[in-house]
């Protein structure tokens, strides 16, 4: 082999990943989806990354392409320095797992508690004996919280939060390195967010994982995340630090989400002035030639509308994607 | 705007034009409290809370009292009542023209001879037919040779759509269409017509002879079952592909593939556990179908083959005398009802218990 096993400083590298759907768009005609169009951004091990955009942007798709859930139309991931692939993917499940939005729909209602949580152990035949494979169990469930009592009742007996518990309790049963968390607390309580967020920041210090974490809430993105990617329609238009990124937003998408954002401190607030967003998301099947936020957006110059703007560094490492300034 | 700046523990108050609830009404939930909506409820398995759910409808236990009942006689009734289904009705070995077409309770001649002198005849609780047969074994036998029916041609379609159905579904794709085509075709045959033509057909081609078993049953009832097998498939077929593809939407399968899963380990404790239900109860709805359309089958002279009777063949040789013993129509038919009915209304119920979801409403 040539080419080099590089260690790089990053666990997960993710270089112009392009996820397309074929959509039928007619009798025997498809035209592809460009849920994710060349989406590129590094995470070092043990930090997390925050990913925000609206609904219908691709933050999931990406968060599945990742994890090779879907095969990735073009563009390469690494993983602690080795190229994730077909082949390679069996061997990394181990280090790279997933907490789901939907606390209802992730669990099998079907399986008690114990089984659920103990699948991951089964599949990769972790354990030696029943014993050592029931007191891991237990272990994992006093970690995220849940009364161990509870193993061997189902899914459905417990309240939402509780069970995004289980469903975390099963990513984290075999030590994985890495955590996509896609809307892992958007279906709860306000209340319940809360606690759950603050789980998942002590088990980021107690165990070293690091996490990809989506959501379409700035807030519970900029509490949790070491650095914040913006997304919009299937591109990358902001990354940054996540004071940074608060502080001074530089993409106008990014200004007008953080302007929506709902302060707790009402002098903060009116200093900040709302943008509010004209129009709407034009669909993915029909991008806009150019920037595909021009549509929206009230600096929009005709250079917008001829060229891609693509991800430069504003300094600090802030990378903005747009031709303003 | 300073009152923001206040405790928050106190509660807002609410402006009279305001369509929010007052919270001053309210008190805050104390510690004890809030743990106590933690306290669970009992566990209950998804078996036990659907047999709890189908014990407390009535119309669905009525049903299985019924079918029991109905079993229970005609592996019983054989046993106790000492006339065969094909046995023409003699005493002492003599035979009597005046047994035939006989009313419930009613004895021949020579019964009524050998009563008086002294001897035992079992009654004939619903008459006798036109040849002199005991018509209540008669009935007992068919609806025996109707229960089978149903019951091996309902497992042949479960079989054979659970089967495809599920390959169909969980590969999906290109595999997926074509199976799918496939059943498209076979579903828009007009069914009745190939029953008929099949089992005409394979009537004619069917050669049973050397197997006793078969032999006895008769080259109809064999056609039969290949008919369901060959067409009636495709309804179970497409719902447990419809069901499984919803399941595969779920989360839980994702967290399955991401864990490492292989597609047995998914098909096994994911899918499947979650599409029994529905496959059980799509089954039990399938037994009463079945024995419909055996009775039809029958009643139209392609059903079993005689001196076997069945309820539809009965039903058929009751419409002959119809207007003198309408008794002979009425017994099989009350019998095709209960059985179909009972079927129904336990699937219903079964439904219910066990995939509210899919209720019809
Ligand atoms: N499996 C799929 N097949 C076809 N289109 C898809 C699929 N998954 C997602 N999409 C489309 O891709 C776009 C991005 O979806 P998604 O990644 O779920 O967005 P988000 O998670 O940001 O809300 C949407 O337009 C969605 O309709
Ligand atoms: S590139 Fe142009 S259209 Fe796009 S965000 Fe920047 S200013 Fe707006
Ligand atoms: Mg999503």
Redesign the interface.
């Known amino acids: 082999m040539s080419e080099m096993k590089k260690k790089s400083e990053y666990l997960v590298e993710v270089n112009n990943l392009k996820q397309y759907f074929p959509i039928k768009t007619g009798f025997m005609k498809t035209t592809p989806l460009k849920a994710v169009d060349g989406v590129s951004f590094n995470i070092k091990a043990g930090e997390t990354l925050g990913l925000v955009g609206e609904s219908g942007c691709g933050k999931t798709t990406v968060g ?1 392409s990742l ?1 090779r ?1 879907y095969t990735p139309t073009s563009g390469d991931v690494f993983f602690d320095g080795e190229r994730v692939d077909k082949n390679s993917i ?1 061997h990394m ?2 280090q ?3 907490v ?3 606390p209802y ?7 008690t508690v114990e089984d ?1 949580i103990g ?2 152990l089964d ?2 035949k972790l354990y030696s004996g029943k014993g050592e494979r029931r007191d891991r169990i237990l272990e994992l469930m006093e970690l995220v919280g849940l009364n161990a009592e ?1 193993a ?3 899914a459905h ?3 939402g939060g509780q069970r995004q518990r289980i ?1 975390i309790a ?1 990513a984290l ?2 030590n994985p390195r890495f955590i996509v968390c896609d809307e892992a607390v958007s279906a709860l309580d306000v209340s319940i967010q809360a606690q759950v967020i603050n789980m998942f920041e002590e088990l980021q210090e107690k165990l070293g994982v690091a996490y990809l974490f989506i959501a379409h809430d700035l807030l519970v993105v900029h509490h949790i995340s070491d650095r914040i990617a913006v997304m919009y329609l299937g591109r990358i238009v902001e990354i940054a630090d996540a004071d940074d990124l608060n502080a001074s937003p530089i993409h106008p998408y990014t200004q007008s989400l953080l302007s929506a954002v709902p302060y707790p401190d ?1 002098k903060m607030a009116k200093e900040r002035q709302r943008i509010i967003l004209e129009g709407d998301v034009p669909s993915p099947l029909n991008m806009p030639k150019g920037c595909a936020f021009r549509t929206r957006c009230k600096y929009a110059t005709e250079r917008c509308a001829q060229e891609c703007p693509t991800l430069t560094d504003r300094g600090n490492g802030h990378m903005v994607a747009c031709f303003n300034k | 705007m300073d009152n923001t700046s206040k405790n928050l523990d106190e509660m807002p108050k609410k402006s009279p034009l305001s369509f929010q609830i007052d919270l001053k009404k309210f008190e805050k939930a104390t510690d004890d409290e809030k743990k106590q909506q933690d306290v669970m409820s009992e566990s209950t398995s998804f078996f036990k809370d659907g047999m709890r759910k189908l014990r407390k409808n009535p119309l669905a236990m009525g049903s299985i009292v019924v079918l029991v009942l109905i079993m229970a006689m005609i592996f019983i009734v054989p046993h106790i009542v000492p006339y065969s289904y094909s046995q023409i009705i003699t005493v002492n070995g003599r035979r009597d023209k005046t047994a035939s077409n006989m009313a419930p309770f009613e004895y021949s001649q020579l019964e009524q001879k050998y009563i008086e002198e002294g001897g035992k005849v079992f009654p004939h609780i619903m008459g006798t037919d036109e040849m002199g047969r005991d018509y209540f074994v008669r009935v007992i036998y068919g609806t025996r040779v109707s229960l089978a029916v149903g019951l091996f041609a309902s497992i042949i379609v479960l079989l054979i759509g659970v089967l495809y159905g599920s390959i169909s579904g969980y590969f999906g794709g290109k595999v997926d269409l074509v199976m799918m085509r496939i059943v498209d075709i076979i579903y828009s045959l007009p069914d009745m017509l190939m029953v008929i033509l099949l089992s005409v057909v394979l009537r004619e081609t069917l050669k049973v002879d050397n197997i006793a078993f078969l032999q006895k049953l008769g080259p109809n009832m064999i056609s039969m079952f290949i008919v369901f097998g060959l067409l009636y498939w495709t309804g179970m077929a497409r719902m447990v592909r419809g069901q499984i593809l919803t399941i595969k939407q779920n989360e839980y399968v994702l967290a399955a593939k991401i864990s490492g899963a292989k597609s047995g380990r998914i098909i096994r404790k994911h899918i499947l556990p979650n599409c029994v239900s529905v496959i059980i109860v799509a089954g039990a709805l399938q037994i009463p179908s079945a024995i419909f359309t055996e009775s039809f089958l029958s009643f139209i002279g392609l059903g079993v083959q005689a001196p076997m009777p069945s309820l539809g063949s009965l039903a058929n040789a009751g419409r002959a005398g119809l207007t003198a013993y309408p008794y002979k129509l009425i017994f099989p038919a009350v019998m095709i009802c209960l059985i179909t009915l009972a079927f129904n209304l336990l699937g219903d119920g079964l439904r219910d218990a066990f995939d509210p979801k899919l209720r019809r409403d």
């Open positions: 599945r994890l859930l069996g499940r181990k790279m797992q997933m789901f939005q939907d729909s992730s669990l099998n209602p079907r399986m659920i699948e991951p599949v990769h509870h061997t009742r189902y007996e417990f309240s469903g099963r049963a075999t009402p």
